[in-house]
């Protein structure tokens, strides 16, 4: 099919503690793309930077500023780029939020604020005592990134210690008890894979302690899938993963949606997965381009 294809790393600063699980996901979705007859060559995100690409389609992993940029200009030059540099936008926090609670995707109850604001009458009005208070701007390189706060006034403290890193913006999610989950999923593909990471210790930061040990409280995990896939399509992500909390009455809410993510537990299974949306989006491509 003389396919060639660019598959771009993602850049360790923006892989913390899954370095290795990020690259693996990647070569493994390019050897099953070569078994297809692709040619795949792998750059890191720095070559990336600096080349002039002769690929005309973008497997990418990319997180950085001015990767994205690139991506969004190579896009927009013609270019097939997976994930959309435009999507990878939309998984920074502010933006995420925006879209999912706009288009009604079961989400936490949120505040968009600026990092030097006094929030806790905003807090105690919404009724929210614990939440998470979650870089607006970006995506979390670093366990400070996401803070776990137990009370108004210690959600205060931290905003401010935000505000003192440089961090203009911060997204506030109402802290959810139930179930903790992380799935992940390709879209437009039948493969879902959710586990519970705390009973597989599958952790960044130790955040998913938070909520504890899991009760294994019923829910549909095909609703979920199908949540999933209409948010995929919202963000523009066809690569993703994300985290969501169970309550007690089997309600499920997305509390992060990521652009591809490590796939750590299923890589195997999840790899011949992506290259059949790849392969079906080069077509689609394809097809649109001998239109125009």
């Known amino acids: 099919m003389d396919i060639k294809i660019a598959g771009v790393l993602r850049a360790g600063a923006y892989s913390p503690n899954h370095i290795g699980n990020d690259a693996a996901i990647l070569n493994a979705a390019a050897d099953e793309l070569r078994k297809r007859g692709c040619k795949v060559n792998i750059y890191s995100e ?4 600096n080349l002039d690409l002769e690929e005309d389609v973008v497997l990418n992993m990319c997180r950085g500023h001015k990767s994205i940029e690139k991506l969004q200009a190579l896009e927009e030059a013609g270019k097939l780029v997976i994930n959309s540099g435009f999507g990878i936008e939309n998984c920074t926090r502010e933006p995420m939020t925006r879209i999912l609670l706009g288009n009604g995707i079961p989400y936490p109850d949120s505040l968009i604020v600026n990092t030097n604001e006094d929030i806790r009458g905003a807090l105690e009005e919404k009724g929210f005592t614990s939440c998470w208070i979650k870089r607006g701007d970006f995506h979390a390189m670093h366990k400070e990134d996401v803070s ?54 599958h952790s960044k930061f130790g955040d998913e302690d938070i909520n504890g040990k899991p009760r294994h409280l019923n829910f549909d995990p095909e609703a979920l899938h199908a949540t999933c896939e209409r948010a995929s399509h919202l963000m523009d992500v066809k690569i993703y993963g994300g985290d969501a909390i169970i309550d007690a009455d089997g309600t499920v809410r997305i509390i992060d949606f990521n652009d591809w993510p490590s796939f750590a537990p299923c890589r195997t299974e999840a790899a011949p997965y992506i290259a059949k949306c790849v392969m079906q989006s080069i077509k689609e491509w394809r097809k649109n381009k001998e239109e125009e």
């Open 46 to 49: 720095e070559q990336f930077l």
């Open 148 to 201: 776990y706060c137990r009370h108004p006034q210690e959600a205060q403290e931290m905003l401010h210690e935000y505000f003192y890193r440089g961090i203009k913006r911060a997204v506030i999610n109402v802290h959810l008890k139930g179930d903790l989950i992380k799935f992940y999923s390709v879209q437009g593909q039948p493969f879902f894979y959710w586990f519970y990471p705390f009973e597989q210790h």
